[in-house]
C-alpha cells in the first residue's frame, strides 16, 4: 500500500495536499486539508448584523433578504466556521456552512450549479491562461451564494442560460465595484487581493479586464463560448460595443496585462486573509 501512494501539494500557496493511491486499474485522489471544526463561534454581535443588506453594492430588489439571513445564521449554528493551517498560520473558513447553503440549492429543479460549472470552466481555460488566476473558484462560489439570494424565484433558474446570465451580472457588478463581499462575513472584500508591483495599478486592471470579458460573455453567452474557428450565427459580433470596449481595453493596456499574468504566476501578490473552504 504504501509504494504505491504519493502525497503532493496542490497549490503553493494553498492548505490542502493530495493523497494518490492506486485501486487496482484506477488512481483514486485524496484533499486532505488540516482543519479544527468548531473551533469559534461567532459572537451574539454578528447574529445582531444584517449581512445581507447589499444597498452599497447592489441597487435590486431586497424583499426576501430576512429570509436569506436567518438561512444564513441557521448554517452556521449547525456546523460554524472551522479554522484551517494555511501559511503557517490559522485562518477562518466557511467552508462547511456553505455546503449546507448549496445542499440542495437546486431541488426546485433549476441550474445553479450547472451555471456555475461552466463560469468555472470558462475562467480555467480563457481568462486565466490570458490573465492569470485573478479569480478563484471561490470568488464564483462567492458570486453564487449572493446571487441565490438576490434572484430567489424558482423562474429565474429553470435554464442554464438564464442562470449563467444571473451569475455574469453579479460578476460583473461586483468587478465594477472593486468589491466582492465574504458572504458570511460582509466587511471583507475578497477582491482585496494586493499585488507586489504598483497595487494601486494592477488591483483595478485585474478586475477591470475581468469586467470586460464577462460583459461580452452576458451580451451573448452561447457565441462568447464557440471556438474562434467554428463561428457560427450565435457569435458575439466584432462590432458590438462591449466587444469593441474589450478590444481596445487589452490593445491600450497591452504591456500592463502581461505584467499581471507574470505576476500572477510568480504569486507577486498578497491575498485576503479568510480561509477559501
Sequence with gaps: MRQDTQLEALRQAGPAIQLTFLAGPDVVPVKLVPAIQGALKLSNQWLREDLTHLSDWWGGDLADEKRSFLRKVAALQEVGPELVAKGGFWRLSFSHAETVLLKD?????????????????????????????????????????????????????????????????????????GNLPHYFLRPVNLFGKRYQSSPTTYGPLALQALCHEAEVMLVDVV?????????????????????????????????????LKKMEEERMYEEVEVGEG
Excluded at 458590438?240 to 504591456?255: D, G, P, T, V
Aim: aromatic letters at 8%; charged letters at 25%.
Design 223 to 259: 457565441g462568447y463560448l464557440l471556438p474562434d474557428d467554428q463561428p457560427g450565427v450565435h457569435c458575439v459580433s466584432e462590432d458590438s460595443e462591449k466587444m469593441a470596449a474589450l478590444q481596445e481595453f487589452k490593445e491600450r493596456h497591452r504591456e500592463e496585462l502581461k505584467e
Design 105 to 177: 440549492v437546486d431541488a426546485d429543479g433549476g441550474q445553479r450549479k450547472a451555471a456555475l460549472r461552466l463560469l468555472k470552466f470558462v475562467n480555467n481555460t480563457r481568462w486565466m491562461p490570458e490573465y492569470g488566476r485573478v479569480l478563484s473558484s471561490y470568488h464564483l462560489k462567492t458570486v453564487l451564494l449572493w446571487c441565490c439570494e438576490i434572484y430567489p424565484q424558482k423562474a429565474q433558474w429553470e435554464t442554464l442560460l438564464s442562470s449563467v446570465q444571473n451569475l455574469l451580472r453579479i460578476l460583473t457588478h461586483t468587478l465594477t465595484k
